[in-house]
Every structure is written in structure tokens, then in C-alpha cells.
């Protein structure tokens, strides 16, 4: 009996799994397995190849169905079923539960026993057995916060020698929804101070990260049909109103940003610490003793300066009260088309 892999997140709509390598409410293209062990053999498989597209569903989400429709069971409930009946086997997901918005957690195995790190106990933290207590978890954007804790961990000798027989060597940062390591102590770097970044711009770095390989990809020749109708061509101009371009303005603008409060608190400045200057010189000083026609050039070309950064920070108030930033850089790196990668399907084309 064939059998299909099925998503229903909390609004109860099914999202089939496709020939494709995406979910589809769709009714056709569903990928059929020809037996339940293959599925979940299969399944820890697609997580690591399409983590993009797993990333944001929960494993206690995902169901068997039968080629009729007909649900045949939690993929959970049954893998820990075959997993029970074969413990050598492959098949693994996470062995540690998360909350929803978990991605990543620091993992240490001694005498091939696993200890996860927790936070909470004792001056640095400590590593707990699953179930022992309250594992740290990070969110999909504060992978630079786990990899550098656990830099940190490897590096204090009075940490280590809380967990008898714990090495450097056996932490690891994982991705607790495939299970894989995503760092190790082999990419150990020199310590050096961090750069504090807002979540907004972490964000924006990874959709810097993922367009611009789109944009490079994509550069290259139009299909053409020559027995297609032949249409009026549209007048777009496509040099000066390119996608990378228009990304490259987005970018500068979400940066620009990025210096709102700085702008704000300098205005600030001007306004009342050099302007009192000012204003204290013209009260207080003997005004035969004063340079007239210098002041009032310097005066003028505070004004000039403070005129520049006023204007700089309407823009930037109205623009960042306006927008989203966030949700439009979290739209961008969800968009399935920016982040294709295009292989030929048919040997002889790709030749």
C-alpha cells in the first residue's frame, strides 16, 4: 500500500509532501512511498536536505497517510515504534523535546551518554541528562549566541570538570529539529568580542546572504520558443530597475535604519547642549570682546549641520514608523522563488 507524508499545522489544512520537494494543498504530484519503514527512513533525510522548508514545523505535526487519504497514524507515534523494534536502525529525530521556536542547543556526549547544556544552574550552567530539567534552547536566528557560548564553555577548565570525564572535544551545537551538528570544536576560532546585532539585522544578513546567491544563480540565458505568439514587448527598464538593485536600495535603507536612534539622540544634541552654548556666549560674554563676524559663521555652520540631521531624521522616523522590517525580510527569506536553485531534470539539456 503506498503511503504519503503529511503536514497539518494548527489551522488543520493538509499539506502534502510532493515529487517536487515542497508541500502542496494541492491534489496532484503527491510523493507516494511503497512502504511505511521507507518513509521514516526517508523522512530525517528530507530535513537535512530542505532545511529551509522544515525548519518552521513541528516533527509532532507530520502523519502518514494512505494513498486514499485516510490517516494512518502520527509519523512520531510510528517511528518510535520501528525505532523500539530496531535500535540499531537510522531511524532518529530529535531525541530531546522543543518548544516551537527552538533551533539550536549545546550537546555533550561522556561514556556515550548525552547531557544537554543548562543555563540555570550555578554560576555558568551545567549539562543535564534530558528530562532532569529545563534544556537552553535558541531561536533560528541566534545561532552566532549558541556557537559562542559554547566556545565559551570549552574554554573553562572549572565548567568541564562538573561533568566527569568531559573534554573540549565532546561539545557540539546542534540543530535539535534534524539532529545534526551545525558546530563543533574543530571550528574553534580566537576569541573575539562580539558584535551586538538586533535581530532585524541578523535577518538581514541572512537575506543578504540568500538573494544575492539567487541573484548570481539566475544570471543566465532566456529560454526562447520560436513558435510562440509574438507579443508587443514590454517597455521595463530593466538596467536601472534590476531585482538586485532594487534589493541593494532595500538594504541601504533597512541599514540607514539601523542609525535612526543615533540620528535622534544627535539631533537632541544640537538642540540643547550646542545651541545653550550658543546662547550662553550671546548672554554671558562681554559683547566688545567678541568676534561678531566669526561667531556668527560659526553659528551659521552649526545650524548648516543641524539642518542635515534634522532632515535625516524625519525621513528615517517617518520610514521606520511606517514599516515593518522584520516582516518584510522574513517575506524575502520565505519566498520559495528567491531561493531556488535550478538543475536540468533531463540529461541530454544538461550536457
Not at 532585524?200 to 513558435?227: M, P
Not at 543641524?306 to 524575502?332: F, H, P, V, Y
Amino acid at each position: 500500500m503506498p503511503y504519503q507524508l503529511v503536514y497539518l499545522p494548527k489551522s488543520g489544512n493538509k499539506n502534502y509532501w510532493t515529487t517536487n520537494s515542497n508541500f502542496t494543498h494541492k491534489p496532484a504530484n503527491h510523493l507516494s512511498w511503497d512502504n511505511l519503514a521507507q518513509l521514516i527512513a526517508d523522512f530525517p533525510v528530507l530535513k537535512a536536505q530542505y532545511p529551509t522548508i522544515f525548519n518552521n514545523r513541528r516533527d509532532d505535526r507530520f502523519y502518514v497517510y494512505d494513498d486514499d487519504g485516510k490517516m494512518v497514524g502520527n509519523l512520531i507515534e510510528k517511528l518510535d515504534t520501528l525505532s523500539a523494534e530496531h535500535p540499531q536502525s537510522a531511524w532518529q529525530l530529535s531525541t530531546i523535546k522543543y518548544p516551537p521556536k527552538a533551533h539550536y542547543a549545546i550537546r555533550a556526549t561522556v561514556a556515550e551518554q548525552e547531557y544537554y547544556y543548562n543555563s540555570s544552574k550555578g554560576k555558568n550552567g551545567s549539562f543535564i541528562s534530558p528530562g532532569e530539567g529545563e534544556i537552553r534552547f535558541w531561536k533560528q536566528q541566534e545561532l552566532d549566541k549558541a556557537t559562542a557560548t559554547a566556545q565559551k564553555l570549552c574554554r573553562n577548565k572549572n565548567f568541564l570538570q562538573k561533568l566527569p570525564g568531559l573534554l573540549p572535544e565532546h561539545l557540539v551545537v546542534i540543530n535539535v529539529r534534524t539532529n545534526q551538528i551545525v558546530w563543533s570544536p574543530q571550528q574553534l576560532a580566537p576569541v573575539q568580542k562580539a558584535k551586538q546585532v538586533t535581530p532585524s539585522n541578523n535577518l538581514l544578513e541572512r537575506v543578504k546572504i540568500q538573494l544575492n546567491e539567487h541573484f548570481t544563480q539566475s544570471d543566465q540565458g532566456v529560454i526562447l520558443n520560436d513558435q510562440a505568439e509574438q507579443q508587443e514587448a514590454l517597455t521595463i527598464d530593466l538596467e536601472r530597475y534590476s531585482a538586485p538593485q532594487v534589493f541593494a536600495a532595500l538594504c541601504y535603507l533597512l541599514e540607514a535604519l539601523g542609525q535612526r536612534t543615533a540620528v535622534n539622540k544627535l539631533l537632541d544634541t544640537y538642540d540643547q547642549a550646542i545651541l545653550q552654548d550658543f546662547l550662553h556666549t550671546v548672554e554671558l560674554a562681554d559683547i566688545q570682546q567678541l568676534d561678531g563676524a566669526a561667531f556668527v559663521k560659526s553659528f551659521q555652520q552649526i545650524r548648516q549641520e543641524r539642518r542635515k540631521i534634522k532632515d535625516l531624521s524625519i525621513l528615517l522616523n517617518t520610514i521606520g514608523d511606517n514599516i515593518d522590517q522584520a516582516s518584510i525580510l522574513k517575506q524575502l527569506l520565505n519566498h520559495q522563488s528567491l531561493h531556488n536553485q535550478y538543475h536540468y531534470r533531463n540529461q541530454v539539456l544538461g550536457n
